[in-house]
């Protein structure tokens, strides 16, 4: 079996990519070869408005690589990147870890928060952290979810790596059929090593990416953390995120002096704070996630998630025996203070996290996808040929 696998170019050990790369390397362990191809020239230099539309047509430089890549068995792309190939008759699998539209529906502007979330947003812009309240324009994210949508309409399978993930896909459109709910992996060495003993002093630990600017701090709720960090005065609250925003750190550190901003760590120095961390509360804040990867890696090391109901939380949380689910501020300070003042809830919570986490294993992924390789190449479908016209979908998305 041979499987072209695209990238984007930008090397970053989140996400999307944390996942082709860790995807890549368990299906070659198993002797699925595989074709890593990276798209080389951004074709247009677009003006903000545009930008959507330019990260398009930066995977239509992939046609360089077309002899190349269709002598694969099949494709497999991130949600609109294998979008080059739909016209050609080799099947194509795209992956959803989340989607655009997702982003979109949950991620509120700035005048629909409550106003103690506002005004934390003020705080933010008025100190230089942020430019605006909300962003100019969403238009180069509503393109991307337009040709997302249109890209799992027609691929082969879409992937989606939670229920949510799949509802977001159904409510575009794609068949019921083509959808298949494959959850995410962590990699192998949060496995590793032994198990630390629980906390003596429990902390609110956040984890995850946090973005830039304002729409990332929303969609991740950076205000839900620095409200909890105002009730819980007391508490230490570690923040490891990554972000390339400068000013953000020394603004958390003077607006919250019990927080600690850990920002852009290795992976391995994560994991080593997390295994000392086990009985902490890991706080889910987002507004939106696909599937999160931080709720998974967290529990593995015995952190107890408080967790908004987005990705993969509703699918493995037990509200009260590995964790606490949460529709609101209240709930979520009520829930943290459960665990950080009941240490025999917090071992309990704790024991039962840790065990939840071992079922999301590079292996049971590896197996599941070569699986979903096999049925596909074993019963190709018959409306491969024709695609709808590439031409026409670009000329539509441009005007």
């Known amino acids: ?40 020239f951004q074709l247009i230099d677009p003006p903000a408005k545009l930008r959507g539309v330019g990260n398009i047509l930066f995977f239509y430089s992939l046609l360089e690589q077309r002899d190349e890549i269709l ?11 294998p979008l080059t190939f739909l016209a050609f008759p ?44 909300d962003l100019q324009t969403r238009k180069p994210l509503k393109d991307i979810a337009d040709i997302e949508a249109y890209t799992a309409q027609k691929a082969d399978v879409a992937i989606a790596t939670s229920e949510a993930v799949k509802d977001d896909l159904l409510k575009n459109g794609v068949p019921r059929e083509h959808i298949k709910v494959i959850h995410n992996a962590i990699e192998d060495y949060w496995f590793k090593g032994r198990v630390k003993k629980m906390e003596d002093n429990p902390d609110i630990v956040f984890l995850g990416r946090l973005g830039n600017g304002v729409f990332d701090f929303e969609l991740k709720g950076l205000d839900r ?38 920002f852009n760590l290795e992976k391995p120095a994560i994991k080593r704070f997390l295994s000392r961390k086990r009985g902490s509360v890991l706080y ?7 599937f999160s990867l931080s709720l998974v890696e967290g529990m593995s090391q015995g952190l107890v998630p408080v967790s908004y109901r987005v990705g993969v939380a509703p699918e493995i949380i037990k509200h ?8 609101n501020h209240k709930q979520a300070v009520e829930c943290m203070g459960r665990i950080l003042n009941d240490r025999h809830l917090r071992t309990s919570l704790s024991r039962q996290a840790m065990l939840t986490a071992k079922a999301f294993t590079t292996d049971r992924l590896a197996d599941l996808l070569i699986d979903l390789y ?11 040929l024709p695609r709808a016209p590439q031409k026409k979908l670009v000329t539509r998305v441009i005007n």
């Open 1 to 40: 079996m041979r499987v072209a696998f695209i990238h984007n170019e930008k090397k970053i050990e989140t996400g999307a990519h944390q996942i082709n790369d860790l995807i890549s390397l368990k299906l070659k362990s198993r002797g699925v070869e595989v074709v890593n191809v990276y798209p080389k």
């Open 71 to 81: 002598k694969c068995d099949l494709i497999q792309g991130t949600t609109y990147t």
């Open 90 to 133: 080799i099947p194509v699998v795209t992956h959803f870890g989340s989607t655009t539209y997702g982003f979109l529906r949950k991620t509120p502007r700035s005048w629909q928060l409550e106003k103690k979330f506002l005004d934390i947003f003020r705080e933010m812009k008025n100190a230089g952290v942020i430019r605006e309240l």
């Open 225 to 262: 953390l620095i409200a909890a960090a105002d009730e819980f005065k007391r508490q230490h609250f570690p923040v490891i995120g990554i972000t390339q925003n400068k000013k953000l750190e020394p603004w958390l550190k003077l607006r919250c002096p019990n927080m600690k901003p850990m």
């Open 284 to 290: 889910v804040s987002s507004r939106y996630e696909g």
């Open 320 to 327: 009260g025996v590995n964790g606490f689910l949460v529709d």
């Open 374 to 384: 096999g049925t596909i190449l074993s019963n190709p479908r018959v409306t491969k």
